[in-house]
Each structure stands twice: as structure tokens, then as C-alpha cells.
């Protein structure tokens, strides 16, 4: 379905972006991953689907290594036809305890990373009058949690500039749309549960229970692969008029 298509998904060595950039090479899209950590394994991963794929070591924080890495991707592949926005941190404290070296970290990975690359990437976007940019956000664009300040910030930050960029190109072929995830068990949630039963002196399973317990009705982990799934409906066909949703996968978590 995404044959001829290049799909660039930011922070997508790990977690949630390697599925996401897996289930795009199911569909024939070539990829351009990113993130940090060595990228030999993931980019062996895309690879084995079929696809061509690239690695670009760009720095999320930094808005000229953005620029660097989009021109990269359109030297290789001629240019971006998905843009996945995945690259993200956590830090969890109180407001008044929040290091402003995290606050700002978050807001420049968490939200401003997307801005830079979805306007450098919405030019040809729009000159092949055809383009996906999907921003991951979270639950945490639509719900609070305490102690989450920066990272409930950026998230409903993000929700806002995916609904302003599909605006802007809603009578074209670019659309854009929020996945909002649950918890899924990627690093930065597994160090959310050792730091819940480090605390609580708890077992991995017991800590693990208490935080799915807390929040996620269902008791279920979501998925990358089912996030994967969601992000291949929004590139096909069926997803030309989904344009500015905030779309939960959340096991019912904002539903309460
Ligand atoms: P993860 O830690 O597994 O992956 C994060 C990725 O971002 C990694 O590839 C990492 O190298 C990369 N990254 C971090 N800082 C970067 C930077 N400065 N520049 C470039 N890359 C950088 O985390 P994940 O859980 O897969 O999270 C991915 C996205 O999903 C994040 O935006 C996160 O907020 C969101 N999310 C996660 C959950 C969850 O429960 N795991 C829930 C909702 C939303």
C-alpha cells in the first residue's frame, strides 16, 4: 500500500517509533529512522521487511540538526511523504521541584522537535499534494497526571499544532492526526515501574500491576504494533478525511 513512499519517524530506535516504523515497511514504505543508541540492530529490522532504510543521528533538541536530518531523508528518498513525530522524554517531579534543564528538554523534544520538522516537510508535502505527518502524543494531551507538568505540556501542546497543521492543509492531500497511547511497555515506561517498586518495595509484576491499576481499565499494555497498525490506517485511503484527531489508544484510560 505505501510502496514508492518514504516514511521518517523521529526517536525510532526503540519503543513505540520501531513499531511504528516497522508496520509503515510492512506496507512497502522505505524508512529513515532516528533516535539515539546504536542503530545497527533496528535499521537490520526495517531492512529484513524489504524496504530501504536510512539512520539519521539527529538530536531532537537542536533545530539544526532537524534541518540537517530532513535534508538528508530528501537527498536519499527525493523527499518526505510520512513524518511521524514520535521522539520523546519523561521526567516525573512535582511543579515546584521540576529542573528547569528538564522543563526545557521536554518542551524542545516532547513539542518543538514536531514543529521543525513538520514545517520542513510540509513544502513538499504539499507540492505532491499528498503527505501524512502524524504526531505522537499521549493520553497525557488529553488527561493530566501530577508530577507530569513538562511532559502534559508538550503533549497537549502537540495536540493543538496537529490540529492548527491539519487546518491549514485540509483541503489538500496532507493530513494530520494525534495517536494518543496509554502506557506501553517501552524504556521509558519500564523506568516508571522500577522507579514504583523501587519506592514501594514491590516486585516488577506487583509494581507493574499497581501503575496499569491506577489508570488503564483495561489492565492491558497497548501496543507498538497496535500503534503501528493505527498510523498504516491513517496513510491509507480510508484516512483521507481524518484530518486534526486526537485518536486514544488508552484501554479506556480517558474515558473515565
Ligand atoms: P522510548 O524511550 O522507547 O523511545 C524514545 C525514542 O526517542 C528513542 O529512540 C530515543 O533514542 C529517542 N530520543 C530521545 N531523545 C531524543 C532526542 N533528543 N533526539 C532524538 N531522539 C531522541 O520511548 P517510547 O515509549 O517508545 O516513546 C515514544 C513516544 O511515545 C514519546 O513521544 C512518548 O511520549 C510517547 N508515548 C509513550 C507512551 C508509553 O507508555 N510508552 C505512552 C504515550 C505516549
Keep these: 500500500m505505501l510502496k514508492g513512499k518514504t516514511a521518517l519517524v523521529t526517536g525510532s530506535t526503540s519503543g513505540i517509533g520501531l513499531g511504528i516504523a516497522k508496520a ?34 539527529a538530536d531532537m533538541s537542536k533545530p539544526s540538526e532537524i534541518e540537517d536530518m530532513m535534508k538528508f531523508a530528501a537527498a536519499k528518498f527525493g523527499r518526505v511523504d510520512i513524518l511521524v513525530n514520535n521522539a520523546g522524554i519523561q521526567h516525573v517531579a512535582k511543579v515546584e521541584d521540576f529542573p528547569v534543564e528538564k522543563w526545557d528538554a521536554i518542551i524542545a523534544i516532547n513539542l518543538s522537535s514536531a514543529f521543525h520538522a513538520t514545517r520542513l516537510a510540509l513544502p513538499a508535502m504539499k507540492a505532491a499534494n499528498w503527505g501524512r505527518v502524524i504526531n505522537i502524543a499521549s493520553v497525557h494531551g488529553l488527561v493530566a497526571s501530577a508530577e507530569k507538568s513538562a511532559y502534559v505540556a508538550a503533549k497537549h501542546g502537540i495536540v493543538g499544532l496537529t490540529k492548527v497543521t491539519a487546518l491549514e492543509n485540509a483541503t489538500t492531500g496532507v493530513t494530520c492526526n494525534a495517536i494518543c497511547p496509554g502506557w506501553v511497555l517501552t524504556p521509558l515506561v519500564q523506568k516508571q515501574v522500577d522507579a514504583k517498586a523501587a519506592a514501594l518495595k514491590l516486585s516488577n509484576e506487583e509494581a507493574t500491576r499497581l501503575l496499569l491499576g491506577e489508570k488503564e481499565p483495561s489492565m492491558q499494555f497497548t501496543t507498538p504494533q497496535e500503534l503501528g497498525a493505527l498510523a498504516v490506517f491513517l496513510c491509507s485511503a480510508a484516512g483521507n478525511n481524518v484530518r486534526g484527531a486526537a485518536w486514544n489508544m488508552d484501554g479506556g484510560w480517558a474515558a473515565q
Design 24 to 57: 509503515l515497511a510492512e506496507q512497502g514504505a522505505n524508512v529513515v529512522l532516528n533516535g539515539f543508541g546504536d542503530a545497527t540492530a533496528p535499521q537490520a529490522e526495517v531492512a529484513a521487511l524489504g524496504v530501504q532504510v536510512a539512520y539519521h543521528g
